[in-house]
């Protein structure tokens, strides 16, 4: 048998050197990316999870909300509620 074995330039030599570590690279960038990304989403679930905890007490308190307010209405008649003061201007009638 004859030995067909062609011997690359350094010049190709370099070339394939140079394309794998470049392939390489982004095989790294891409690996470090999908990591990011996984704790990323991991993290919007987190937040999903506590926005929808922080809507679910907005209705709970908008309703306690409306009920105090049905309560004073219904006591004291229409009127106005002074937050600082705590006193209630009933409206004239």
């Known amino acids: 048998m004859e030995n067909n074995k062609i011997k690359l330039s350094e010049e190709e030599l370099a070339s394939i050197s140079e394309l794998r570590m470049a392939i390489l690279a982004n095989v790294e960038t891409l690996g470090r990316l999908n990591i990011k990304k996984h704790f990323l989403q991991k993290d919007l679930a987190e937040v999903e999870f506590e926005l929808i905890n922080a809507l679910?007490?907005?209705e709970e308190l908008d309703s306690k909300e409306?009920?105090?307010t049905n309560s004073i209405v219904e006591k004291y008649g229409e009127g106005n509620l002074d937050f600082q003061t705590g006193e209630y201007?009933?409206?004239e009638q």
């Open 56 to 58: 679910q007490s907005s």
């Open 89 to 91: 201007t009933p409206k």
């Open 66 to 68: 409306r009920e105090l």
